[in-house]
């Protein structure tokens, strides 16, 4: 038995444990995305990078702006998160953003 087998097997059989120990709830968040897509080794994310990256700098800045230009009118904390995110989506070429994007344009037109 080569190492790679007898790893990927201990990785398999690892996997399984965790996957069984799991409460239903969790199996089925899991089967959903697919269990041969679910890596439960992965790293977690960094928190810093929500924050620190150059998309999330800029998206900052980007919004900081858009409030400057509605005469510093600054919204909740709730909307503000949404613009973030709408921001550092499209930034990103993030799909969810792109369609918020296509929508809010179709809509304009729409009216208009």
Not at 42 to 48: A, L, S, V
Not at 85 to 95: A, I, M, N, S, V
Request: hydrophobic share 35%; proline share 4%.
């Amino acid at each position: 038995m080569a190492v790679d087998d007898r790893d990927e097997k201990e990785y398999e059989l690892k996997k399984k444990a965790i996957f069984d120990s799991m409460a239903k709830r969790g199996q089925e968040r899991i089967l959903r995305m697919g269990y041969d897509n679910w890596d439960p080794f992965q790293e977690p994310k960094d928190p810093r990078e929500r924050i620190f990256s150059s998309a999330s700098l800029r998206s900052t800045a980007i919004v900081n702006e858009f409030y400057q230009s509605q005469a510093g009118r600054e919204e909740s904390v709730a909307l503000h998160k949404e613009l973030f995110d709408l921001c550092k989506g499209l930034l990103q070429d993030e799909p969810r953003a792109r369609v918020i994007y296509q929508f809010c344009n179709w809509y304009k037109e729409k009216l208009g």
